[in-house]
């Protein structure tokens, strides 16, 4: 069983940045593959990014792709969302996810959320205009 705690949320102008960032419980945290996603009102939760368990493999979507970055320390069990030049739609409730069975970092599976097998509580983003 892996718990995980996102943290770094809040209220920000366009333009501006915020790093999130996502601790994991337990000593496995090597073993996961970590998804950020985001969820915003009256939509369905999205893919933003993930790193694969070797940390040699990222994936951005489209719309945060050259604004976003992830990262992950596993001294630290923790992954990370760099987020720059923020725009107002880009509020959302952001979500870590982590799974465990890779999957060889097949993009068209590890964009989805199907795969993920544990989730954090969700943080809020909020981009002012």
């Known amino acids: 069983q892996v718990q995980l705690v996102e943290s770094g949320g809040g209220l920000v102008q366009a333009g501006g940045s915020l790093r999130l960032s996502c601790t994991a419980s337990?000593?496995?945290?090597?073993?996961?593959?970590m998804g950020w996603f985001r969820q915003a009102p009256k939509k369905e939760r999205e893919f933003v990014t993930f790193?694969?368990?070797?940390?040699?493999?990222?994936v951005y979507a489209d719309s945060v792709k050259g604004r976003f970055t992830i990262s992950r320390d596993s001294a630290k069990n923790t992954v990370y969302l760099q987020m720059n030049s923020l725009k107002p739609e880009d509020t959302a409730v952001y979500y870590c996810a982590a799974d465990l069975d890779d999957y060889g970092g097949y993009r068209p599976l590890l964009t989805r959320t199907e795969p993920y097998d544990y989730w954090g509580q969700g943080t809020q983003v909020t981009v002012s205009s």
């Open positions: 790193i694969r368990r070797s940390g040699d493999t990222t």
């Open positions: 337990g000593r496995t945290f090597n073993k996961y593959t």
